[in-house]
């Protein structure tokens, strides 16, 4: 099985940037759909940004369209998050998921996802 690896959280300002790294180790993310998760302080856990496998299509959520980016690397080792703009909003511990990809499911759920990395703080000071 796949295991996740985040990496290049930290504190940035506002309107600063920052890129999220998730590295698999074990398998690569060939065949595997692949998601951004976060979660604030005191908040449910939300969707952010995924990747599929299939067609290769992305989905952002609303609050971060056109600041962050979602991207995979050729190799299918490594999935990014580049995070533009940033805001204090955005603050939150940022989690990469993966699942097998299976054609169908929402991929902008959580429970959807069966592998989770241990989790990257994001800190945007105002």
């Known amino acids: 099985q796949v295991q996740l690896v985040e990496s290049g959280g930290g504190l940035v300002q506002a309107g600063g940037s920052l890129r999220l790294s998730c590295a698999a180790s074990?398998?690569?993310?060939?065949?595997?759909?692949v998601g951004w998760f976060r979660q604030a302080r005191g908040k449910e856990r939300e969707f952010v940004a995924t990747?599929?496998?299939?067609?290769?299509?992305?989905y952002y959520a609303n609050s971060v369209k056109g600041r962050f980016t979602i991207s995979r690397d050729n190799a299918e080792t490594t999935v990014y998050l580049q995070m533009n703009s940033l805001r204090p909003e955005d603050t939150a511990v940022y989690y990469c998921?993966?699942?097998?990809?299976?054609?169908?499911?929402?991929?902008?759920?959580?429970?959807?996802?069966?592998?989770w990395g241990q989790g990257t703080q994001v800190t945007v000071s105002s």
């Open positions: 998921a993966a699942r097998r990809s299976r054609g169908m499911g929402s991929l902008e759920v959580g429970y959807e996802y069966d592998y």
């Open positions: 074990g398998p690569t993310f060939r065949r595997y759909d």
């Open positions: 990747v599929a496998w299939i067609g290769g299509s992305i």
